[in-house]
């Protein structure tokens, strides 16, 4: 690259003003001295610049071959002719500060205290000096030859503007004035002398003036660049230029442009400049490359002419090229590319492309004649049932096609399943005879071989052939439909597996169109086998699936939650075609799903119309929201991010804490540790976006939130929802349920008798939230109509700070909900209104209006939110090919969202011995009890609260001190009583330390005052007690099988014999083996009866021979220690009973 430097040279900034002195003793302050002024930049200067090439097209400027090849990356000029940057103006400097006054002599017996001395005056701030003035640019000629002028394009870069100003000084600041001195001290008079009085404060100084700013300098005048052509010495100030002319656009006679047909085209160019085009310098025109095109390489057009301003030219060549062939069928939807047509135009020599040619494109879209346009049918259906199919085929040419027109058109059906679980049948035996009839023609036949398609279609040999529907004639922009029923008929096919259905759509290849199939697309279709809803009472959790979810899903979440005693019910929604937490098909229950754990899958699912979607977007994110406030339903949605707008995750400080007070074992399989990423979304703008909402303010992304059902899409038929029109009429007339308390705030008049009505107070706020609990159950949108200004005829100014009135009525209002309400939160929002403004923008953020409007009135709005002593809304990101894979942080979240006095019922059902789902079942007890306690320890005395009322509102801690703990006594259910222990005191830790110093001295001294703290303590120190007395009456439940079994087996012979069963597992046995010389092979069969738990804690079945029979089923835990003991004195009697009829053989 050639750099060419002209450019003008910076000015220098001025120096910087001295700060004045201060002054003493009440002299005046010395002032500031002015700043320097920047000088001017200097211009640039002018340039002649010669251009050439010799024979080697090597770059000559001004007579120097610089030895660079044209055309190269090497060969480009750069030119820097700006003018140079005036110098900034010097700071003014600061005035000295007045000195203090001197004080005043001491009062003496004879004379009155001196007055105190003037202060001194504060010295002037210096002026700030001028910028100086930036330089002009210069003015560049570039010369070259009427043949030669292509080498202008290798000037890639000029830089000619002028120089930027130089910015004035900062004004010097006034100096303070000096303070007046304080007056002599009075004297006091004593043993009858009279005393005298003290001096006067002096008279304080004045301030200086501040010093006046710079004023900045002027901006450069830009130079020019100019072109000059040395044979005719015409001067242009701009270069030559070509862009796209006219161009056909590419069509095709059926109006489809289709994969494999050829097209060629002229194309024009236009010089749009002033200045000719280089005569005798050669451009090369091109299509350029794109993937869905083939070109030969000799496809290019070349001109030496010279082009006249304001002249088209016909580009000397006839483009040609084919469309890329597209053998392989499109999945699901119909083949849909865009194809970007584009030219370039270069000058060969120097390589200097034509911006104005390439920047062109036509954009070509690239599709099929005919498609499958449409498939609907329900994903799910009962056992037995026919799901009505409809498949759409579209001609979307002008053209008729068929073999009656002259190319083969054909669809096929096929059970991608086992073969025989699918039947296909028409809707109507005159249908059905159409079909039959059209699939007799020869060319029918043809598409059910594999080599009759110009790709061999392997598939053709795959899957079984349903059905298939040969098309003779389909006439232009027609779009037929099949109708059909498929049933699933292969009994084996369990609830929730699914079949799968393939639809092949086969045309005639473009090239031979009558001898030749292509496939050209395909669509899946998968049809679930459903169960019937049923929402059972002992039913605890719900699991809101779709065809997607697979059967073993569905199986590994309901077998874990089986070992807590956990009922589910399965709501398909690809069944039901949405989800509403109030439908009950059998309406036997308004509201069916209250305090239930429903579990919704986020993935997305083919609906019955075959479009794309998914539960959170089906069911509405204000459904779940109005769940969780109206009927405490829970909600874990497993899902993507982007899909689910709203959430809340359990209360993660409560978490953290239990995480870090959980002992080892509990930590071993804690969720959310380091194998599991949580997200947790801004709930706080979720309540503020569903408030406007209610408040009749729609504003933009709203992301969809509505008022009520009529607004929203409904997929369900409105039979199905019971009291559809009680619902939209309680939602239409919300407002209604708040007379007396919400007012019309979006009209605020000036009248005395509405502003009365609008200054309703906290008391009768409060009042009405006390006297009906049921009518703000759902949810709450308190307006306290506070006005902001105390008076009418108040002024914002600095002194009156309306920030700190609104904020204090923010504290007034949550702290008294919060004590009159402690388990949910509250979320505000706070608006003031400029009397001077339309409607549309009175509704501002708080820090947009103070100070800045003299009359405003002020409001804030309250909406309760969920709750923060347990967890309504929980949400997990997963990726779509994961959500099949349910873990255990899955089964904690379930857990977390089930009421926590359920979860403590668990602990007696629990029925198992997975350390894993029982730390995962107190873990989600114990983070639940923590943000219980949290959440109440906001409540104080003055609620007048007493032990028992705490405990009933504490539902988790009420459970925990009611619970019994004689059946895991009965049973000698160590196991759970151990991690019972680990878990209450790890909450016991966390309450322990959250307590003051106070309150622990009267937790010990005293237990009558009823607070959440010392209440929770002693809670802690009892079921602490509780638990480690019933571990010390079950000890024998810890016992080992190894131990029972070597006691039982003391007193008989061959004892060596019956430990070796015990302590070598790992020893391969065969039903030849003898395990000692006086030992037969028959007492190997002491493995069969024995009982898959005590198989398993004596680690047997490893390395067992396949001749030994042994099945080991799911490990279990024994249920009562009779039970435990019946199984081992079994065991070791068949020891004895084998060894006793081995003698008698013998």
Known sequence: MVLICCKGADGKDGSKGQNGTSGRNGQNGQNGSDGGDGTNGSNATNKEISLQCNEQNQLIIN???????????????????????????GDGGNGGHGGEGVQGQKATALTRGGDGGEGGNGGNGGNGGRGGDGGNGGNVFITCSQTQTDLFYLVTEANVSGGSKGVGGRKGEKGWYGKGGQGGYQFQGVNGQKGQPSGKLGRDGKYGQDGKAGQDGKHGQCGHLYYRVAET???????????MGEIKQIKSDDAIVEPGEKFSINIQLLNNSKMST?????VKVSLINDPLIIQSSDNIGTFTQAILPGQTFNVPKLFEFEIKQNLQPSINKALNENLNLRFSAVLTRVNGEFKGVSNYEQNIKVEYPVELSYIAGPRSVLDGEEAPVVIGIKNKSTKPLGINHGRLLNLRFYNDSKKGSVQLIPFTPEENQLIEKNNQYPQSQMALDKNNFIVKNENLQEGELLKQMFI????PNQEIFFKCTVKITDPSIQAYEAVNLRFSLDLGYLNDPMNKYQTIQEMNYKLQKGETLQYKEISDVVLVINQEIQRETIVKITEKLKIFGVECDIYNISQY???RYRFDPYKTCQKPLQKKAIVIFGNNYQNFQNIQTNAPKTIGYQEIFLAAYQDDSRSYIIGQQKDIKIGRIFNYHALELFRNAAQHDLQQTFPYKENFKISIPDIELTLWQYMKVINGRQENNLDGFVLNESQRPLNMQESEIPDQKKTQARQLNIFDEFQGVEENCDQLESSANNQKKQMKNLEEIVKFYQQNPEQVEGFRNLNTGYRVRQNEFDIINYQYDTKNIILKQIQEVQQTLSKLDPCYNYSSRHYFQYEDQSKEDIFNFLEGFIGKSIKSSGFQYIARGLRKDCSQIVFREKKEEEINNIDDGDIYNILKVIPVAKKVSYINKFNGSDSNLADILFAAIGSDLIAEFLTYTEVNLRTGWNFVKYLNEMKGWKAINDFNFQHLVKDKNKFILQKFLVMIKSVFQVITESLTLPLKLISCCCCCLPVPSITVHDVCKSITKKVESSISVCSGASDKVEDTIKNKLSNQKNFQAKLDIIHRPDRTYSSNTTLLSNQPSCLV?????????????????INISDTIKIEVKQKQLYQTERTRQNQIDKYVQEIINSKNNTKANE
């Open 1085 to 1101: 069969k002491v493995y069969d009866p024995l009982p898959a738990w005590i198989k398993q804690e004596l680690q047997l079945g």
């Open 472 to 475: 003779p004639s389909l006439q």
């Open 278 to 282: 280089p005569q005798g310098c050669q």
């Open 233 to 243: 010495g015409a001067v242009y100030d701009s270069l030559f230029n070509l862009v």
């Open 63 to 89: 007579g120097e071959n610089m030895k660079l090849l044209l055309g190269s990356s090497e060969s480009q000029i750069q030119i820097m002719a700006f003018g140079g940057r005036g110098g900034n103006g």
């Open 577 to 579: 075609k949405t989800f």
